[in-house]
């Protein structure tokens, strides 16, 4: 392939094991995108293709991800925005038959790198397979700054809006060996927050279970609230899924 096709909010270029994106700026309602500038994703981290009628006469080319494959995804379950999508591409009417074309061309792809089967059809990766946003990274929460160098989560509580529980346990650090995972939620919902979820045996046990969250999230001292202009989709989002890329490294670390 190794051809390129530009869309209103991204460029795809497509590789011959790959589609690298590079996504506009200045996209309306797309921060996010913006944020994450450039990803690489092999067509092993893909399910299927799909092309179907945008808004005002567009045409929509998005790539489904498998399960598993994508942290930002992963973090993300569910809740982003369709202008925030990272796999799809916005055309004009123009180019339906070039988006048809390359739809085409990326499902055989797609087949091809499952042995020429719809193996892969609805089968989780079994690891991370695109790549996560790079550490370090940092955001402000409402009630504290949030940091990630890459081995630790660290929150220092902010004393204008961390509660009394919090304040009181004193600022945090979560190496990730001591993670099973993450909590995101949205701050463009209600009750917006990042919870860190802990292995039931901590650093040296055996579970890799999650322990259950400590109350509300404003009572947990293993997670921060968002609130209006606190963890935009855009800082935390990207911080989550570095946190969740790291975990699951930690975890298959000799």
Known sequence: MG??????????????????????????GARLLQALGERRVPHAALESVELADGRRGAVL????????????????????????????????????????YY???????????????QALSGEPAARFLVDPPSAPRSFKAYDAKALFDGRAVSFRWFWTGASTAKWKAGDQLFPVEELSGVDWRSPELSHGHLRLLRRTGGAGGESDAAAGPVGEADQDPAAVVFGMGYGPVHESLPFAAAVLAAIRAARVRP
């Open 3 to 28: 051809d390129v096709l530009a869309g209103t909010n991204a460029v795809w270029e497509f590789e011959p094991d790959a589609v690298v994106i590079r996504y506009s700026r200045g996209v309306r």
């Open 61 to 100: 080319l998005r790539a489904v991800p498998r399960r598993g494959a994508d942290p930002l995804v992963e973090a993300a379950a569910g809740q982003l925005k369709e202008a925030a999508d990272p796999y799809r591409l916005v055309l004009p009417e123009q180019s339906r038959t070039l988006a048809e």
């Open 103 to 117: 739809r085409d061309e990326l499902a055989a792809a797609i087949t091809a790198q499952a042995g020429g089967s």
